[in-house]
């Protein structure tokens, strides 16, 4: 219905924007990352689902199509509504979901504040034929496994799962593939 609106933020919360396009404000809603992102005053283009309920019409709107993508993707899990799919957005990136689901680690979904291991086999189950690519070099599933303790490492220190993705995926590639040397490269990330 409404596959994207491109506008001018006028307004915006943890989760939101509100985008002014043609005298009309959108409240849209969005990862909290790029909610974070966005000031004020700036020019968006957001590809857009609509999702349309007996006594709502919410919009989600997102950067960019595969993110849009995934969100309908998400959302035909059973028991996966929209706020759950945004959550797992907004903690997993789409090379993260990828990784994930090629290398069948449902566990790694369970970080997600509302998903449990049910949902989480579930996602995977449902992603798993629709999620198209290889492994990236270096991320081999040892490798995908050892990240995991890292990213458990991280987020015990007090740091969001976003940010200790962004400091795993910061680890040059062919780095050691021991644990203490991939959260020290990690932990490199937040001193820059």
Same mark, same amino acid.
Request: net charge negative; proline share 4%; glycine share 10%.
């Given at each position: 219905?409404?596959?994207? +609106? ?5 307004? !915006?919360?943890? $989760?939101? %924007? ?9 409240? @849209? ?14 020019? +968006? %283009? ?16 997102? *950067?960019? *199509? ?23 957005? #907004? #903690?997993?990136?789409? $090379?993260?979901?990828?990784?994930? +689901?090629? #290398? *069948?680690? /449902? $566990? ?8 449990? !291991?049910?949902?989480?086999?579930? @996602? ?5 034929? !629709?999620? !198209? ?6 991320? *081999?599933?040892?490798? @995908? ?6 990213? $458990? /490492? ?5 740091? #969001? +799962?976003?940010? /200790? ?28």
């Amino acid at each position: 219905m409404i596959a994207a +609106v491109r506008g001018e933020v006028i307004g !915006k919360g943890d $989760d939101h %924007l509100i985008v002014e396009t043609g005298g009309v404000g959108f409240k @849209i809603f969005t990862t909290q990352d790029y909610a974070l992102r966005t000031v004020i005053g700036d020019p +968006v %283009l957001l590809f857009t689902h609509l999702v349309v309920r007996e006594d709502a019409l919410t919009l989600f709107g997102f *950067e960019t *199509e595969e993110l849009r993508d995934l969100f309908i993707l998400l959302l035909g899990v059973n028991g996966v509504g929209p706020r759950i799919a945004l959550a797992i957005l #907004s #903690s997993m990136s789409p $090379d993260a979901i990828r990784r994930s +689901v090629l #290398s *069948e680690q /449902a $566990d790694l979904f369970t970080r997600v504040p509302g998903v449990g !291991k049910k949902t989480a086999q579930q @996602i995977l189950l449902h992603l798993q034929g !629709k999620i !198209k690519g290889e492994m990236a070099p270096g991320r *081999e599933p040892g490798t @995908i496994e050892i990240d995991a303790q890292v990213l $458990d /490492a991280l987020t015990g220190l007090g740091y #969001s +799962v976003v940010e /200790a993705q962004a400091a795993i995926q910061s680890i040059p590639r062919g780095s050691a593939s021991d644990v203490e040397t991939r959260l020290r490269l990690a932990l490199q990330y937040f001193s820059n």
